[in-house]
């Protein structure tokens, strides 16, 4: 089960952290991800974490640098800080399995939590 957390409406510049906690299962998975999807359009894989190999990331080019990607493995619990926030951040944020496929992170189980909305205004 994932369950995410830490959406808010913020202003155009400003952070937020946005948590996912989870169950064993996936916290044993090779490549743990963040997903968002924007009304009308794609979900779109955006950060990943290796747990299989240290220091290893992902990023979508559209969030590279202003976002980071960590994982507390005691707590169960996938972060994603964002800052630097823009009114194209604006979506509803998932956490699941990922693979890189051709240079794009995709679900690897289309296994997903009811999500937490960011939106930058």
């Known amino acids: 089960q994932l369950v995410e957390s830490g959406g808010d409406s913020v202003q155009v510049g400003g952070s937020l952290r946005l948590s996912c906690t989870a169950s064993?299962?996936?916290?044993?998975?090779?490549?743990l991800s963040w997903f968002r999807q924007a009304p009308g359009n794609k979900r779109e894989g955006i950060a990943g974490?290796?747990?299989?190999?240290?220091?290893?990331?992902y990023y979508a080019a559209s969030v590279e640098s202003r976002f980071t990607i960590t994982l507390d493995t005691a707590k169960k619990t996938l972060y994603l800080e964002m800052n630097d926030l823009k009114p194209a951040d604006t979506a509803m944020y998932y956490c699941?399995?990922?693979?890189?496929?051709?240079?794009?992170?995709?679900?690897?189980?289309?296994?997903w939590g009811q999500g937490t909305q960011v939106t930058v205004s």
């Open positions: 974490i290796y747990t299989t190999v240290s220091d290893t990331y």
């Open positions: 699941a399995a990922g693979v890189v496929v051709n240079g794009n992170l995709i679900s690897l189980r289309n296994k």
């Open positions: 064993g299962e996936f916290m044993s998975e090779r490549l």
